[in-house]
């Protein structure tokens, strides 16, 4: 069984599909109950075992009693993967302290607080895999995003600290980091902005159908981190040799880079950083004409899957013909 947060849109939507596609039972936390609802519903039509449990991330209390109840319906959970989270685009000086924090207590505090819990009960066990959803400004924030950028941040940071008491505790409970680039989902809608327009993603654009494949692969993998395309990687590989070359492009990018006057965003934004949506959420935002629905990392990181699932499948009837 899989439990995911975040689960009634976006990214976190698309990955309780996938797992659900691949024989799991899935357990979905979020604020908003017509959002659930309609994410078990579709879960259950398409023949998945699914549940729901109400809980904002942010609340530790909340959260314990939301894993709680879904353990009792659906039986131990496998795999926990923190997708929630929320943003506030605007000058750091512009950007209200309380929303700050919100930003701060969901996207970052909502990932420690369901990591405690997937933590409380996996370690007894001593197996489970956590995925933890980061971003690529993880490797450098970008201007009208810091209080999203300081998050993303600090779970690499938190993220980084837990493998390291897991390794000293010789325990079998894994926790990978995923890097997404820039993601067309309803993120954009749902951001704070204080800049007259709503937010965009920064080019190139993916589908999200890409990082929920990611966050499955480095659930059976248990891989440390997980940069998802060759986007990130260059981003990630740009920071580390020629950090000023990307300080440079960030500035040519400018705050209109990371802002829309599209039509369909105009009539779709519907800030909800400090209550649920009173409507289910879609999957995909909508940038959908330019985001890109294939990643050759991700294919690449598939292809070299199946062909270590066939390796060893092979060995294990080696080994078997040996033995008799």
């Not at 909502?110 to 490797?139: F, H, Q």
């Not at 493998?163 to 820039?182: C, H, M």
């Not at 059976?220 to 940069?227: K, V």
Request: net charge positive; glycine share 10%.
């Amino acid at each position: 069984m899989v439990i995911i947060t975040g689960a009634s849109s976006g990214i976190g939507r698309c990955t309780a599909e996938l797992f659900g596609r691949r024989g799991w039972h899935v357990g979905l936390i979020a604020r908003g109950q017509p959002g659930l609802q309609h994410v078990a519903t579709q879960l259950h039509n398409n023949g998945t075992t699914a549940a729901f449990a109400e809980a904002d991330v942010s609340d530790p209390v909340a959260l314990e009693n939301a894993a709680t109840a879904l353990e009792a319906e659906l039986g131990p959970f496998d795999v926990w993967v923190n997708c929630a989270g929320n943003g506030s685009f605007g000058r750091f000086l512009d950007i209200p302290p309380e929303d700050f924090r919100r930003v701060t207590d969901v996207t970052y505090l909502g990932t420690v607080n369901g990591t405690r819990a997937a933590l409380k009960r996996m370690m007894p066990r001593d197996r489970g895999r956590i995925v933890n959803i980061c971003s690529a400004v993880a490797y450098h924030g970008m201007p009208l995003l810091t209080s999203y950028s300081g998050a993303k941040h600090a779970i690499r940071g938190f993220d980084q600290a837990i493998r390291a008491e897991l390794s000293q505790e010789g325990s079998q409970v894994r926790i990978t980091t995923v890097f997404p680039p820039a993601v067309n989902t309803p993120f954009f809608d749902h951001a704070v902005s204080h800049m007259g327009r709503p937010g965009r993603p920064m080019p190139p654009v993916y589908q999200p159908e890409i990082v929920a494949e990611a966050a499955f692969m480095a659930a059976m993998s248990g891989r440390a981190e997980m940069p998802v395309s060759f986007t990130t990687i260059f981003f990630a590989i740009g920071m580390r040799l020629v950090p000023g070359l990307v300080d440079r492009a960030i500035h040519k990018l400018g705050y209109g880079g990371q802002l829309t006057s599209l039509d369909g965003a105009l009539k779709r934004y519907a800030p909800t950083l400090a209550a649920p949506s009173p409507a289910a959420c879609p999957i995909h935002g909508c940038f959908s004409a330019e985001a890109r629905p294939r990643s050759l990392h991700i294919l690449i990181l598939r292809a070299w899957r199946r062909l270590n699932r066939r390796v060893d499948q092979a060995s294990r009837i080696a080994d078997h013909a040996f033995d008799k």
